[in-house]
């Protein structure tokens, strides 16, 4: 046992086994949702359908109160909580049982629904079992983990303590629905991708890095499944979509986590503004499908995701922000200066340092930056009229980068040109190898195509109001936490 266990509740399991009553039984039992009996038994006034009728609650009790010869213990599911009344006249041979059980405990109660002088629709137990023994007290007052910290070590009981923590994750997992079932609609095909990679690519970021034995070979956690899928529009897959989980060796903050999971989706015979159309589609229904509307409120801050959302050019908000040209270089090398950022001795990776000092906190939104220099955009097509920028656009909110999107580059040709360039470059971020496997599918010709790439979690995020990426995922990224660490805390030490 650790720290966190009970001397009093582990007293209770072996009282409990003393007894011939296993503490943990191997079957359950099935309940009806707490909160359709809570609706089902009506008020006094006007009773429900459930009124009268014999039911069972599941679920893990929200503390007792006991009242000699009468305990109130409501008992909560996923749906909600409702009362149960334990009497000592209705379960008289039980009742000695009542000492073993604690707040914290899962159980079923059976018995006829329904309601206190009060009015509140309560379960008459006739029937209390012990489903499993909590030997670790729920925090105190059922306030809920106060230390933010242990909230995210301990998952397990900040769902259930915290009942508007539970709603983020179900409304994370409707945001996933409802993208995948509008993609769908679209004829996108959802398709999987390998996680380890033989090269990095893809995006710019850090590996991690494991060996695979029988091969005797190092492997890359992806980064982004970009190049694979692809791949696949080569192979005919004209529309394919995939939820990815990528890794990046990289930070933590409210932005980052080393784990993240991003929606990555090509389409054939498409471009940039193909996927300006699917991404406001696409946001605009998970926004009302979490909200009941159009409208989202992130760091005290409403936002508007009705389409079509606004657009501004990269080149003219570098002028705007920046006060230069992106390709003066000697003005762009002062005032990164200005700003302390470190030259690394590649120019375009220091003019995009300087956008984003300079003008991502500017980029309300949502908002689409279009057209970046071609120069930081390895994957992208350059844009006809104007050979300086890729058909590239970036979606941000609240100066927070959401998703980015491209026309995506086809000529097998210009595509090892850049990969080869990117490999030279002296940016730790570039891939260490050229992906000539991926030219090589090229040069079997792949269709004009539009990419785009959405951080579900940022999305998660804004749409659900949570200030750090921390509370979108459900176990995110921690430093590791010795056995002499996890001892209850104050807050925790109610039994």
């Not at 009093?8 to 399991?13: E, F």
């Not at 491209?406 to 040709?413: A, K, V, Y």
């Not at 010709?445 to 998660?460: K, Q, S």
């Amino acid at each position: 046992m650790t720290d966190l266990a009970h001397p009093d509740r582990i007293a209770k399991v072996t009282r409990l086994r003393e007894q011939g009553i296993d503490p943990y039984p191997a079957r359950g039992i099935q309940g009806t949702p707490a909160a359709e009996l809570s609706a089902g038994a009506g008020t006094p006034d006007e009773p429900g359908p459930l009124l009268g009728q014999s039911v069972t609650v599941t679920g893990r009790l929200l503390g007792m109160r006991d009242f000699g010869k009468l305990i109130f213990a409501p008992v909560q599911d996923l749906s909600g909580r409702v009362q149960t009344g334990w009497q000592r006249d209705s379960l008289t041979d039980w009742w000695p049982q009542r000492k073993n059980y604690d707040g914290g405990d899962i159980v079923a109660v059976t018995g006829e629904l329904g309601h206190t002088q009060k009015g509140e629709p309560t379960v008459w137990a006739t029937k209390v079992t012990m489903l499993s023994k909590a030997v670790a007290p729920p925090p105190e007052k059922w306030h809920g983990l106060t230390d933010t910290e242990q909230r995210y070590r301990r998952r397990y009981v900040d769902l259930w303590a915290t009942p508007e923590v539970t709603q983020v994750f179900i409304k994370r997992s409707k945001i996933l629905s409802v993208i995948r079932t509008y993609l769908e609609g679209e004829g996108y095909l959802e398709v999987e991708t390998p996680t380890l990679h033989p090269l990095m690519g893809g995006a710019a970021a850090k590996p991690f890095i494991t060996h695979h034995n029988a091969l005797d070979m190092d492997l890359f956690l992806r980064i982004a499944p970009e190049l694979y899928l692809k791949r696949l529009i080569v192979g005919g897959l004209e529309r394919v979509f995939e939820f990815a989980r990528n890794f990046r060796n990289e930070g933590l903050s409210t932005r980052h986590n080393p784990e993240f999971t991003m929606l990555e989706l090509y389409e054939a015979q498409a471009d940039y503004h193909r996927m300006i159309e699917l991404t406001e589609g696409m946001i605009s229904l998970a926004c009302t499908a979490v909200n009941g509307d159009n409208k989202a409120t992130f760091r005290e801050v409403e936002y508007d995701f009705t389409p079509p959302f606004k657009r501004a050019s990269y080149l003219e908000l570098f002028k705007e922000h920046a006060g230069c040209e992106y390709d003066d270089q000697a003005a762009v090398h002062a005032k990164a200066k200005e700003l302390g950022i470190s030259d690394t001795g590649e120019y375009p990776k220091l003019m995009n340092d300087v956008f984003e000092a300079c003008v991502e906190d500017t980029l309300t939104g949502p908002i689409f930056v279009m057209d970046y220099p071609v120069e930081i955009c390895p994957l992208a097509k350059a844009k006809p009229e104007d050979p300086r920028v890729a058909e590239r656009f970036e979606i941000f909110v609240a100066g927070m980068e959401l998703g980015n999107a491209f026309s995506e580059l086809n000529d097998p040709e210009e595509q090892e040109r850049r990969f080869v360039d990117q490999v030279a470059s002296k940016d730790p971020e570039s891939p260490g190898a050229v992906d000539y496997d991926y030219v090589n599918a090229l040069e079997y010709g792949m269709p004009p195509a539009g990419g785009f790439g959405l951080g579900i979690d940022r999305l998660v995020m804004v749409l659900t109001g949570q200030d750090s990426i921390r509370d979108v995922l459900l176990f995110p990224a921690m430093r590791p936490q010795t056995q002499a660490a996890i001892e209850t805390t104050p807050e925790e030490a109610g039994v």
